[in-house]
């Protein structure tokens, strides 16, 4: 572009120009763009707000030259000896062709030159002439290179929504094998392009219906937007390279020839595990809290039902059990209420915190005593450091938090459990972990172990009371206090589940003598 305007500039014996895109030859976009040929883009404004008031062209008279008044020329950069030796003309040439007008090629030259169009004074027709023929020509040849440079953009453009594109897309060939395959679908099925071009996408995804069954060639959905049918968003399995399955949204556009032939079928493939994940934990949440809740309060009407018998005459051993089951059952279930009201908070960003400084040595060993009260038949050991530095916490939520990971080693240890509670200290925070040899959990589990309503597959973990809040809980409080918790485990070989927080005092620096 900036090639074809500096020729013109220099057959019409211009020394420096700018070409300025008509508003009606491209859209309101690409109205604003120029092209400049050894003009400063500073002088650009004085230019255009001086031939604007009285240079415009038009096709009968395309070519329009003014001397420029010596300030206008200052303005422009041009050097003092021209303005006042040689005078300086500004030129306006309006280029047009069959299509209409394509813009104005504004251009400044000494007044002493003439261009090839300009000589034939005594044949004014002859010059006409060859400046509408001149002009045709590279009105041509930019339209083309207008055309050329809009394409090019909207590549770009087409290029950075397949590129960062958040939703799978692939497209194949009228073959149905695979011709471009971007970021989010290599993300989403473990394949990379290079290793996927040119193959059948069938063999690639391997999709099934939600039943199970293959979907092969007669059930293509590519094919069927082929044949002219509405594919959007059809619900699939397909699977990942490492042969992991999950349910995705299909969506399928069909790219078609002049003559109507479908030449590409574009998928746009959206993962619906996270929507099916919350669907599940919706389904899930109604049940656990329907049995969790349900389950205390038959008992406690059970009971109470049995006490309340005018006729029933129970000794004192008899009603104390019946009365200590009913006090278990109501505690249970202010506990179920309150971890709810808690989570409600969490989400509404409504956790408040006392921090303050913390003796955690003080904290874990009071735990381990009331653990043991409760529970005789537990093991529990401490491997605390000597001189555990304190921590800035909050003591309420941290004793809740280990309150709830000691409950969750005893309640997931078949027979007589053995925890072990340690703390390891680095130069910026403390670490405790709670160690068990209990059930253990999987490696998928451990990814969604912390999310709300979560429990684990495990039979045992099934028929532990529990909504699948407590680990939920955990996390946030931890996060509230800038430290972070995770889990390591083995499944059947037990669990470590730990968490830090910041030190109340970094560790020194060790001392560097030179």
């Known amino acids: 572009m900036t090639v074809l305007v500096g020729r013109a500039i220099q057959l019409l014996r211009g020394e420096s120009g700018v070409f300025v895109v008509s508003n009606e030859a491209f859209d309101p976009q690409s109205s604003a763009e120029y092209t400049l040929y050894h003009l400063d883009k500073d002088a650009v404004p004085f230019l255009l707000a001086y031939v604007q008031e009285s240079m415009q062209p038009s096709t009968l008279h395309p070519l329009l030259v003014e001397t420029i008044p010596p300030e206008i020329a200052r303005q422009l950069g041009l050097a003092e000896e021209v303005v006042e030796g040689q005078g300086i003309e500004c030129c306006s040439l309006a280029l047009y062709d069959e299509a209409g007008p394509l813009g104005i090629l504004y251009f400044l030259r000494l007044a002493t030159r003439r261009s090839c169009f300009e000589r034939y004074s005594d044949d004014e027709d002859a010059d006409q002439s060859a400046l509408h023929l001149f002009t045709a020509q590279l009105a041509g040849s930019l339209r083309f290179a207008l055309h050329s440079q809009s394409l090019v953009k909207e590549q770009g453009r087409l290029a950075a929504i397949f590129e960062y594109s958040t939703e799978g897309i692939l497209t194949v060939d009228n073959a149905l094998r695979i011709i471009d395959f971007n970021p989010a679908m290599e993300r989403l099925t473990g394949w990379r392009e290079e290793e996927v071009l040119g193959q059948f996408y069938i063999k690639v995804l391997r999709p099934k219906d939600r039943q199970g069954n293959d979907l092969g060639l007669h059930d293509s959905a590519v094919l069927q937007a082929f044949a002219g049918q509405e594919v959007v968003n ?44 919350q669907e599940e934990q919706r389904s899930t949440f109604i049940s656990v809290i329907s049995h969790e809740l349900q389950t205390p309060i038959a008992i406690i009407k059970g009971y109470a039902s049995t006490l309340a018998r005018a006729d029933a005459r129970f000794d004192s051993q008899t009603l104390r059990s019946r009365l200590v089951a009913i006090e278990e059952e109501a505690d249970r279930l202010n506990k179920l209420v309150g971890n709810l009201l808690y989570a409600s908070r969490i989400q509404a960003h409504g956790l408040q915190m006392d921090i303050t400084t ?42 809740e938090v280990l309150q709830n990971l000691l409950d969750n080693a005893v309640k997931y240890s078949p027979g007589k459990p053995e925890i072990t509670v340690a703390c390891y200290v680095t130069g910026e925070e403390v670490i405790v ?71 109340e005092e970094k560790a020194p620096l060790p001392m560097v003598v030179f």
């Not at 009260?373 to 401490?382: F, M, R, S, T, Y």
């Not at 028929?463 to 889990?487: D, M, N």
């Open 234 to 277: 059809r619900e699939m399995v397909i699977s990942a390279r490492d042969g992991q399955r999950f349910t995705v949204a299909v969506t399928v556009s069909c790219v078609r020839s002049a003559r109507g032939e479908p030449m590409n079928g574009i998928l746009n493939v959206h993962d619906l595990t996270r929507e099916l994940q």
């Open 433 to 503: 972990s709670i160690i068990d040899a209990g059930m253990g959990i999987s490696l998928r589990e451990q990814e969604q172990i912390f999310d709300r309503f979560h429990r684990v597959g495990e039979p045992l973990s099934q028929s532990t009371p529990g909504a699948g809040l407590g680990l939920y809980i955990c996390k946030a409080i931890i996060e509230a206090h800038g430290g972070r918790i995770w889990v390591e485990s083995t499944l059947r070989q037990g669990s470590t589940f730990s968490f830090s927080l910041p030190r």
């Open 358 to 399: 913390l003796d955690l040595d003080n904290l874990i060993r009071s735990m381990a005593r009331r653990l043991r009260a409760k529970h005789p038949e537990v093991k529990i050991e401490l491997a605390v450091p000597p001189h555990l530095p304190a921590v800035m916490a909050d003591r309420e939520r941290i004793e």
